[in-house]
């Protein structure tokens, strides 16, 4: 605060407080009474729709709020761009815009780079809303989005059309955690002049650098890792650069996806306590899952960290960790029904979509849809949460019993 707006300020104070009128109308007055000199550890969280302006000349409306100033509630408060700019400090990109969740990221993506007679390409090992989304909203607006092999590498190039938008990625891939090759995807897409999108969930934005690979936008799913505690809904999309920063920023502004600054100000607690939870996550979930490759009931680890998931090399190569979910396939010999009674009999694992909470959580995919794959109704994903990883291991254990009932 400069000395002009303090004197300011205090003057108004004087005015409200001196000036004669009605009790109900001081009552409305924003102006605050009380000392504004307080400073805390944690982030104010601040409500608003209405920003007030100290004169006519000073009114905006604008969704630049981290570069022109704030104007409207909708584009952001200081709670929402605290924890905008925290993000954008640990993936390292230009600028990070708060969304509703991670679909709602994913969406924005699309829209601000895709148009009626655009070509898209997805892996086909991506989560299930974002096919969806190309699948129904972008078809009926002139998009074609087209499926690819995730282990497709440097082969992509053989993918990118005239009319290519954007590439999308996500490594490791939902259910099934393939690992992509980012960096030959990149190469590929940058001689063509095409966008490189990821999903960056899995990794919470530390565990794998996507700007430093060339990456365009980076998404997560704050829901997960940095909410931590699955009680919140937001999402974020982070750019590279001044294009991307205006393309994403325009249409962000159009659709008016608003967040919540409470949900923000959980989000920013979350960031103090997300690297200890990762490496507590890291060391519970290889815990479970050597036991688990160690059972003669299941067939296949998919787990970044085990030679059986494809892409373990390039995991190896690119990334500076794991997190807590993956997938086991139980054997062929065991019928779908039997791993449905053991999904049930679990007791501390609880049965849940999401994932990177405290709590442990279990899913089995029975539908899921690979080329070439049937799983057969035995894919179970795991979610390793908080709890002691040797009561989660006898938990799996009582319940591996009724495989064989």
């Known amino acids: 605060m400069t000395l002009i707006d303090h004197i300011i300020s205090v003057l108004t104070v004087k005015y409200y407080k001196d000036i004669k009128m009605d009790w109900r109308t001081k009552l409305l007055s924003p102006q605050s009474l009380a000392r504004t000199d307080f400073r805390s550890l944690a982030t104010p969280v601040y409500r608003g729709s209405t920003v007030v302006f100290d004169s006519q000349e ?107 938008a954007l590439i999308w990625c996500e490594s490791p891939g939902s259910v099934t955690m393939e690992i992509q090759d980012i960096p030959e995807i990149v190469a590929q897409a940058n001689k063509k002049g095409v966008p490189v999108a990821i999903d960056n969930t899995y990794s919470a934005g530390v565990l794998f650098d996507a700007f430093s690979f060339g990456v365009d936008i980076s998404i997560q799913a704050l829901t997960k890792y ?65 036991w688990l490759e160690k059972s003669n009931l299941v067939e296949l680890l998919f787990h970044p960290a085990f030679s059986s998931c494809p892409g373990h090399t390039i995991w190896r190569r690119d990334f500076t960790g794991s997190a807590s979910v993956f997938s086991f396939l139980i054997n062929g010999e065991i019928l779908p029904e039997k791993v449905i009674n053991f999904l049930n009999a679990l007791k501390i694992f609880k049965i849940g979509l999401s994932w990177g909470g405290v709590t442990s959580l279990a899913i089995i995919y029975p539908a899921i849809e690979r080329p070439n794959k049937d799983f057969g109704g035995r894919l179970v994903r795991l979610n390793i949460g908080l709890e002691h990883p040797e009561d989660l291991i006898a938990d799996l254990s009582q319940a591996f019993k009724f495989l064989q009932k």
Not at 70 to 75: F, Q, T
Not at 110 to 128: E, Q, R, T
Not at 154 to 159: A, H
Not at 228 to 250: P, T, W
Request: with cysteine; hydrophobic share 35%; aromatic share 6%.
């Open 226 to 290: 940095v909410g931590g505690h699955s009680d919140l809904m937001l999402g974020s999309v982070s750019v590279a650069n001044q294009i991307g920063y205006e393309m994403v920023g325009k249409v962000f502004k159009q659709l008016g996806l608003a967040v919540s600054p409470d949900d923000c100000s959980l989000a920013l607690r979350g960031l103090q306590t997300l690297g200890v939870r990762l490496n507590h996550l890291e060391k519970s979930t290889l815990t479970v899952a050597r």
């Open 58 to 164: 000073t009114v905006k409306d604008h969704w630049e709020h981290a570069k022109a100033g704030y104007s409207y509630g909708l584009y952001g408060t200081p709670t929402t761009l605290e924890l905008s700019a925290r993000i954008s400090e640990i993936e390292g990109s230009k600028h990070t815009f708060i969304v509703p969740g991670g679909q709602a990221a994913i969406a924005l993506v699309y829209l601000s780079y895709c148009k009626s007679g655009s070509h898209a390409l997805v892996p086909y090992s991506a989560y299930g809303p974002n096919k969806e989304i190309g699948e129904d909203l972008l078809a009926g607006l002139g998009v074609e989005v087209e499926q690819y092999d995730p282990m497709i590498g440097s082969g992509i190039e053989n993918l990118i059309k005239e009319n290519t």
